[in-house]
């Protein structure tokens, strides 16, 4: 349809939004620690609305300082089951937005909405705040002016501040110099907007802005998901997963990026469901209104309100399925209880859902036999319902969604901790020679013939022939040694250590057994 069509129907769509939402119901409001937050942007002027610069225009068209326009913007945000939006703020000094942002936190606040709001100070775009300095000074306005009012966002008990393309303002140390001089006593809630985990020392949780260069919704955040958790149990940690959900993008008219079809609806629909599957404990929506990116699920010209509609019920879904009651914990299996197998090699037998786990992600060649029961252990400070394999240890988690219901223990790293030998004082490299991996996190590197075996073999997470690189890091973790002799039963082989495991080459055998894994649950006993 030509845009001066669209324009003739633009009242239509304005009228048909208001009606449609005037008769939603009363939006279910979300678990407290599980927010649903809409970037929002309050730089509009009625010069801006062109399709010479974008692929779609609101319905009604506005200025982004008009009340009217603020409380429209408030009724349509919390109408369509948001929690917050998250205001876009070129610091105290920029008028403009400054004092847009304060305006939406009061009428939000006035008008009885349950709305909440966030601040994203946006250094990449304002000179002023490209400094440690200038977002320091602007962190302490928002600290005195912001952060006590009564709807200004928290999570974890924090006010929240989010931050976008971390490299615009400096590295990591950057950023933990501006935490350590704003909010040295971590009384914040930092959301940075990167995937380099390493900024897990400066943020308090990460997210993605744009998940659309991903053309299977969702599939961004599920790699994503599998890292974070990846990072949790190396780490010890329990960093949130918050997940990114998006209608579609465009901004080929502003400046030849890229496009990602919105597909009448199902692009954003996938990006929910993966936010639902993998449970979320935070989702950010990109975006309310960013109509030079085409990523708003404001009404527009094109599109009418269908994507509010579509947030009502997609966000709504997300509250019933996410975040309810903790799993009941799985019993101990007894004897005879259906789907068990018994294994007459070790007397154990193995049963639900470890001995589902053990059959899709690589069985006996990869963990060995039970040698031990299915039974309570504790582990860093917490019980857990854990069996022992030749060669590894399997962990109920069913605080977890699957597949991070079951995790593996890090048996390498306990062996040689047992050894009284410390992985981190082993010689390390800068770099991996050709043809090799390289783990920059250990410092090591992943060559032949360990290599291949390595890619072979991981976890199975989605459901695709082949492993990526997360699911074999999944399965075996991070090397924490180079290729080294060491002698096992009295013989002198080739060795590589790894977080939970240790690769043997066994030159002797023939092929495909000439790596093996090492016993390491037998060596623990």
């Known amino acids: 349809m030509p845009p001066s069509s669209v324009r003739r129907l633009a009242p239509l769509f304005a009228l048909l939004a208001l ?126 002016d912001f952060f006590g009012q009564s709807n200004y966002l928290r999570y974890q008990g924090k006010p929240v501040v989010f931050w976008f393309n971390p490299p615009s303002l400096g590295d990591l140390g950057t950023w933990q110099a501006l935490r350590n001089r704003a909010d040295p006593n971590r009384e914040q809630y930092w959301f940075g907007g990167t995937d380099n985990f390493s900024f897990l020392e400066a943020y308090d949780a990460l997210y993605y802005f744009d998940i659309t260069w991903e053309s299977q919704a969702g599939a961004a955040m599920a790699s994503y998901g599998r890292r974070l958790a990846d990072y949790n149990q190396r780490t010890g ?62 009404p527009s010209e094109r599109y009418g309100d269908l994507y509010l509609r579509l947030t009502k019920e997609l966000s709504d879904r997300f509250r019933a399925e996410v975040g309810g009651t903790a799993p009941t914990p799985i019993p101990p299996p007894t004897p005879g209880t259906s789907g068990c197998q018994s294994f007459p090699e070790t007397g154990y037998q193995t049963c639900g859902r470890i001995l589902s786990y053990w059959h899709e992600n690589g069985g006996l060649p990869v963990f060995g036999y039970p040698i031990g029961p299915q039974q309570a252990v504790t582990i860093e400070g917490r019980v857990y319902q854990a069996q022992a394999f030749e060669r590894n240890r399997l962990e109920l988690h069913p605080e977890n969604a699957r597949p991070y219901d079951v995790l593996l223990g890090r048996l390498g790293a306990e062996v040689l901790g047992r050894q009284g030998r410390d992985w981190q004082q082993f010689g390390k490299l800068g770099s991996a020679p050709v043809g090799c991996l390289f783990f920059a996190a250990t410092g090591h590197s992943l060559c032949e013939p360990f290599l291949s075996y390595f890619r072979n073999h991981g976890l199975e997470f989605d459901g695709q022939a082949g492993k990526d690189l997360g699911e074999s890091i999944a399965l075996f973790g991070l090397p924490l040694s180079e290729p080294q002799t060491e002698t096992i039963q009295g013989k002198a082989y080739t060795v590589q250590w790894f977080e939970r495991a240790r690769f043997e080459w066994h030159p002797e055998n023939q092929d495909p057994y000439r790596v093996l894994l090492g016993l390491l649950s037998v060596e623990m006993r």
């Open 19 to 144: 009606v449609a939402l005037a008769s939603l119901p009363p939006a279910a409001r979300a678990v407290a620690d599980r927010p649903i937050m809409a970037f929002y942007y309050p730089w509009w002027e009625q010069s801006d609305w062109s399709y010479n610069r974008m692929s779609d225009l609101p319905a009604p068209q506005y200025t982004g300082g008009d009340d009217a326009t603020i409380r429209r913007h408030i009724q349509q945000a919390d109408d369509a089951g948001l929690d917050a939006l998250i205001c876009t703020w070129y610091g105290p000094d920029e008028e403009r937005l400054n004092k847009r942002c304060r305006r939406l936190i009061e009428l939000a606040r006035e008008g009885g909405r349950d709305l909440q709001v966030a601040i994203i100070p946006d250094q990449s775009a304002w000179s002023s705040l490209k400094s440690v300095d200038g977002l320091a000074n602007a962190l302490s306005v928002l600290k005195s």
């Open 237 to 298: 940690q329990s960093r949130p997963f918050v997940a990114t959900v998006m209608p579609g993008y465009d901004d080929l008219k502003l400046r030849g990026g890229h496009a990602r079809d919105r597909q009448d609806g199902a692009y954003y629909q996938g990006t929910w469901q993966t936010a639902i599957d993998r449970q979320a404990q935070a989702v950010v929506l990109t975006s309310f209104n960013e109509f030079y990116e085409g990523s708003h699920i404001e």
